[in-house]
T-cell receptor, first 116, second 113 residues
Framework: GAGVSQTPSNKVTEKGKYVELRCDPI?????LYWYRQSLGQGPEFLIY????????DSGLPNDRFFAVRPEGSVSTLKIQRTERGDSAVYLC??????????????FGEGSRLTVL | GQQLNQSPQSMFIQEGEDVSMNCTSS?????WLWYKQDPGEGPVLLIA???AGELTSNGRLTAQFGITRKDSFLNISASIPSDVGIYFC?????????????WGLGTSLAVNP
């Protein structure tokens, strides 16, 4: 597809379980971002990749959260020992090289995570 | 984390009316962006502002970067039903680093046809 693709669109899990969320960016976009959006809030920055490396992971809330982008394209956000407070929509975005300066990010539809 | 102050929180208007919303920050921002989010979708960029005092239009939308660099507004003229959605301001206090945007809480717009 032409846009950013995220899977799953919905994930319901139990407290303490492990979760993986996948993002397939727009082809050719070198930068990839993960944001988290809680109900009634704006997106909150988690991590940014330039190519394969995490250029800025300062938004990851704690060491239960980890993200990879091994080949510089698809990225996976991994959450260990999920807690109810992790429930949110996890948004992935990508941009070309200029996007990091212009702020023009292309977002996917998000993965809604519910931790029971 | 830090978030911008965005107002109003919600608006209910009649089709054809003009709309105005604004965003303020306690610190100076070097970039102001306005995004729109439809239900079940990710945000989509509407207008980007990079210079204090800048006034930019995109169709019926007009946005301005405040002279103090601590605020921005977005106007929508002659609203139509498809304008319904949540409008977010976003910005960045660090010049040239728009990777880590800071977002407002959003303005929810409802348009009565």
């Amino acid at each position: 597809g032409a846009g950013v693709s995220q899977t799953p669109s919905n994930k319901v899990t139990e407290k303490g379980k492990y979760v993986e969320l996948r993002c397939d960016p727009i082809s050719g976009h070198t930068a990839l971002y993960w944001y988290r959006q809680s109900l009634g809030q704006g997106p909150e920055f988690l991590i940014y990749f330039q190519g394969t490396g995490a250029a800025d992971d300062s938004g990851l809330p704690n060491d239960r959260f980890f993200a990879v982008r091994p080949e510089g394209s698809v990225s996976t956000l991994k959450i260990q020992r999920t807690e109810r407070g992790d429930s949110a929509v996890y948004l992935c975005a990508s941009s070309d090289g200029a996007g990091a300066y212009t702020g023009e990010l292309f977002f996917g539809e998000g993965s809604r995570l519910t931790v029971l | 984390g830090q978030q911008l102050n965005q107002s109003p929180q919600s608006m209910f208007i009649q089709e054809g009316e003009d709309v105005s919303m604004n965003c303020t920050s306690s610190s100076i921002f070097n970039t102001w962006l306005w995004y729109k989010q439809d239900p079940g979708e990710g945000p989509v960029l509407l207008i980007a502002l990079y210079k204090a005092g800048e006034l930019t239009s995109n169709g019926r939308l007009t946005a301005q970067f405040g002279i103090t660099r601590k605020d921005s507004f977005l106007n929508i003229s002659a609203s139509i039903p498809s304008d319904v959605g949540i409008y977010f301001c976003a910005g960045q206090p660090n010049a040239g680093n728009n990777r880590k945007l800071i977002w407002g809480l959003g303005t929810s717009l409802a348009v009565n046809p």
